[in-house]
């Protein structure tokens, strides 16, 4: 008989496999932090130092946020509705240029009890003071993938530029044997990073194996300012300094034409796609139907709290599935199924973490959630992918597994202290007022 560390029986297995494989009356076995065993419950034998009963509920891979700026939870609904400029350069910059090295941590440990509690256990980050974003994820259990912004002007975490390759350096061999932290390197755009920086950072990225991960083509006024100061477009730009390759994570990519795409295609560039952002700061409609159409492997994130306003990956799921109908007058595009996947298994693959997570196969890390269905707006059930993405809500995960550790069960956080972090985000924002004087 098998012996596990812990079994989850008694619920429908959303694989998220090559097949997009669906087990009735499922059983996942975990091992350390492996899956070990899974399949269907008749003639299954186990003994298990711990049994969940998923209670007919679904039992799928934790879903993967592909783009985000985690201590932004801090700035949520600090402002909103005002044009774009106005909203950076009087309440986001400002307030930025202020934070420090808790506020930071305070405000990742944030958005991670709310990841965790709306079913994501992977993240991807960029932001300043990264070594606290890192040092919170690994104190909330999440698997992550961060890396230190970095611009031409000076930064209020390291200073000069030079200082931020290096402290960037610095990460990635503090962190290399991390089972949950993974670092990239993270020059911030097109537009605030000199063709020197950018070709700096992706000789870094290249010595030391890990992704490059930038914002492209987000705006209409970041073409503007590439054509004109470059005389080629954002994509262009990227081929002439020899970035695009598989390293290269591409946040946003809004605008983008066919030849970019094309150029993404040949070059196994990964984008990452934040509709419910792109939407509340008027920036666009990326497109990811045609993306996909060319085999580019695409994501889904969040982006960071002020411009979302929050972190739930149900949510970015169902809008990103709506607003590509809409906008190309097709019903057909953006099916449950493909924007499940771009939530789960192709985010995972576009992170570089396809191996070893985004879908439930045996081998790969168990990083597990299980939904109630037992809810008005669940029921009936017909099909699950549909429901995952046009009905459910984060707050329909009762149960978050990551690394094989049990970090949320019936929606009860068991490694942090959800209302201790609460706390210390709410003084916070006392400093915000502060610096910002309302
Ligand atoms: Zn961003």
Redesign the pocket.
């Known amino acids: 008989m098998e012996q596990l560390d812990l079994l989850i029986k008694n619920g429908t297995l959303l694989t998220m496999d090559t097949q997009n494989a669906i087990i009735k009356n499922g059983v996942l076995g975990i091992k350390g932090d492996i899956i070990s065993t899974i399949g269907s419950g008749g003639g299954m034998e186990f003994q298990a130092k711990r049994i969940i009963d998923a209670k007919g509920g679904l039992i799928l891979p934790g879903l993967i946020n592909g783009?985000t700026?985690a201590a932004m939870t801090l700035f949520r609904g600090l402002a909103d509705d005002l044009p774009l400029m106005e909203w950076l350069n009087n309440y986001i910059f400002p307030a930025e240029s202020r934070m420090d090295e808790d506020f930071v941590y305070a405000g990742t440990l944030l958005a991670c009890a709310e990841m965790i509690m709306s079913g994501t256990t992977t993240f991807c980050d960029?932001y300043l003071f990264e070594d606290e974003v890192a040092r919170a994820a690994k104190e909330a259990g999440m698997r992550c993938l961060v890396g230190e912004v970095l611009y031409d002007f000076d930064s209020p975490n390291y200073g000069k530029m030079e200082n931020g390759l290096k402290y960037t350096e610095d990460l990635i061999n503090k962190w290399q044997d991390d089972p949950l932290v993974s670092i990239a390197v993270e020059p911030h755009s097109l537009f605030t990073c000199s063709p020197e920086l950018l070709s700096r950072s992706n000789e870094l990225a290249l010595k030391y194996k890990v992704p490059l991960i930038i914002?492209v083509a987000e705006t209409i006024s970041e073409i503007d300012e590439v054509k004109k100061r470059y005389g080629k477009g954002p994509v262009e730009h990227l081929k002439s300094l020899g970035l695009l390759g598989p390293q290269l994570i591409a946040?946003h990519c809004v605008h983008l034409g066919e030849e970019d795409i094309k150029m993404f295609a040949e070059n196994d560039v990964k984008a990452i796609h934040n509709p419910e952002s792109n939407m509340k700061l008027a920036s666009g409609i990326a497109p990811v139907p045609a993306m996909l159409k060319s085999n580019v492997t695409v994501g889904l994130g969040t982006?960071?709290c002020a411009s979302n306003n929050n972190l739930d990956l149900f949510a970015e799921m169902d809008m990103a599935a709506k607003l590509h109908k809409i906008n190309t007058m097709d019903t057909t595009v953006m099916d449950a199924v493909t924007v499940m996947r771009m939530a789960t298994i192709e985010g995972a693959k576009a992170l570089g973490m396809g191996g070893i997570t985004g879908s439930l196969e045996k081998g790969k890390k168990a990083d597990v959630i299980i939904l109630d269905t037992k809810k008005p707006h669940l029921t009936p059930m017909y099909n699950p992918f549909s429901h995952l993405v046009y009905s459910a809500r984060g707050n329909d995960v009762t149960h978050c597994i990551i690394n094989g550790q049990l970090l949320m069960e019936d929606r009860k956080l068991l490694g942090i202290d959800l209302y201790g972090i609460m706390e210390k985000a709410r003084q916070k924002s006392k400093d915000v007022r502060r610096w910002l004087k309302f």
């Open positions: 783009h700026h960029m914002h946040d982006d960071g």
